[in-house]
């Protein structure tokens, strides 16, 4: 008896279970650089949330420089250090792929970052609203000896800000993902 030929022009030994003609690494696995991270909405906006997170940092310790930090500008301060820190943790994850060497899951990891954007949002808008309501009455008085101060403790409240919206718009945008709204295909495959 002769065998039979599957359809398609295959060979017999090609279509047994479990058997692959092109053996290799298994797909998905290990660290690899991903770009489709770094050119997404979340993406682009977490990258300038890191880029008003250093310029309010720089802007704070400009004014470390002048006057002794109030308890309200080492909070600010905190918090741009600590969210540059974390958020730049995070986009190397995500960017190099690192979540999926360590098997966390691609809804995971989307949950992941909106916590990660939602909470340094909050604390970026509480501190810099701190800031510009505490100088902006306690200064003014002294605007001729304090104008650079002013000026960096004032940037510093704003790069916050901006800080706050670039991530707020990042937690809106992973809530929509989330929940089918906008289908992205971010931490898949």
């Known amino acids: 008896m002769m065998a039979e030929v599957p359809n398609g022009g295959q060979k017999a030994h090609d279509v047994w279970p479990g058997h692959n003609p092109n053996p290799g690494t298994p797909p998905g696995r290990g660290v690899g650089f991903d770009r489709s991270f ?52 995070f986009m190397i994850v995500a960017t190099f792929r690192i979540y999926k060497l360590i098997s966390i899951q691609g809804r995971v990891m989307i949950f992941i970052m909106i916590g990660t954007s939602a909470f340094w949002a909050v604390f970026s808008l509480i501190s810099s609203a701190v800031v510009l309501s505490l100088y902006a009455n306690i200064y003014i008085p002294y605007i001729s000896q304090a104008s650079t101060a002013l000026s960096a403790i004032k940037a510093s409240a704003a790069f916050g800000l901006l800080e706050f919206f670039a991530l707020a718009g990042v937690t809106g945008i992973l809530l929509l993902d989330l929940l089918n709204v906008r289908k992205t295909s971010l931490f898949e495959g």
């Not at 906006?45 to 704070?60: P, R």
């Not at 002048?66 to 308890?71: H, I, V």
């Open 38 to 89: 770094l050119f997404s909405i979340p993406g682009i906006l977490t990258l300038l949330a890191l880029l008003f997170s250093f310029c309010g940092f720089i802007s704070v310790e400009v004014f470390k420089s002048y006057f002794f930090l109030s308890s309200s500008a080492v909070f600010l301060e905190f918090t741009v250090v600590t969210s540059w820190l974390m958020l730049l943790m």
